[in-house]
């Protein structure tokens, strides 16, 4: 289901997402057969790898995107688009369906207090459609399902890894009220985030990932403040 304004748009941690005529508001429902609980999170970066693959076809060589676990797209440190991820399970503990809220900023981005946030527009100069950029991401969504199925989630987790922080980069991780602070060290075989720390790797399987700077993460030469 495709929005072309939003009132009353939902993200992580009860915030409210805004999002302005011209941006990208789009509800996909999935019912994929007997998946468990926790392979919840496989999913999850699956849609991540499809909305930034999606995004990234849009940019000029040179500027890139950046992967923010589970699967914020991120700008130079500013958060471009998110995905609010919900599934409802049944009374044997598989699937019965799975929401993938997108929420993509493409011409415009909403002033926040706590985070920097920007557009597609800013980043590459260009805006397209939202009815383009929602067409696009619905086949990158079934090419990604089709390669679950024949390769496993080792390729999802290979494509997540390549767009995302460097191995080692110092992260803090906000986990309700309290928070570690660690080194990213890759994806378990479940999609969970391993956190290196001076007592070992913990995994973590739910949270709100900080650069050691705060919202900031960097990766590769995609620019500067």
């Not at 799975?98 to 946030?117: H, Q």
């Not at 969504?141 to 997540?160: D, N, P, T, Y």
């Not at 980069?169 to 720390?197: C, K, N, T, Y």
């Amino acid at each position: 289901m495709l929005a072309y304004r939003q009132t009353a748009g939902r993200g992580r941690e009860r915030r409210i997402w805004q999002s302005g005529a011209g941006n990208l508001a789009l509800s996909v429902l999935l019912r994929p057969a007997g998946v468990p609980a926790g392979a919840l999170g496989r999913w999850s970066l699956l849609a991540g790898v499809a909305l930034h693959q999606t995004l990234s076809s849009y940019l000029e060589p040179g500027r890139r995107l950046v992967l923010k676990w589970p699967n914020d797209v991120l700008y130079q440190g500013a958060k471009l688009a998110g995905i609010l991820a919900e599934s409802e399970m049944d009374a044997r503990g598989q699937t019965r369906f799975i929401v993938f809220g997108f929420g993509v900023n493409l011409l415009e981005a909403p002033r926040l207090d706590d985070r920097a946030t920007t557009s597609l527009r800013e980043a590459g100069g260009f805006a397209p459609p939202p009815e383009e950029v929602a067409e696009q991401l619905l086949l990158g969504l079934a090419i990604w399902r089709q390669r679950l199925v024949e390769e496993g989630f080792g390729a999802i987790r290979s494509a997540w890894l390549a767009a995302g922080p460097a191995l080692g980069e110092p992260l803090r991780v906000i986990i309700g009220e309290s928070e570690r602070q660690g080194s990213f060290a890759g994806l378990d075989d479940e999609g969970a985030l391993l956190l290196a720390g001076p007592s070992g790797i913990t995994v973590i399987t739910a949270g709100e990932v900080l650069g050691a700077r705060g919202g900031r993460m960097e990766r590769g030469a995609h620019g500067a403040d």
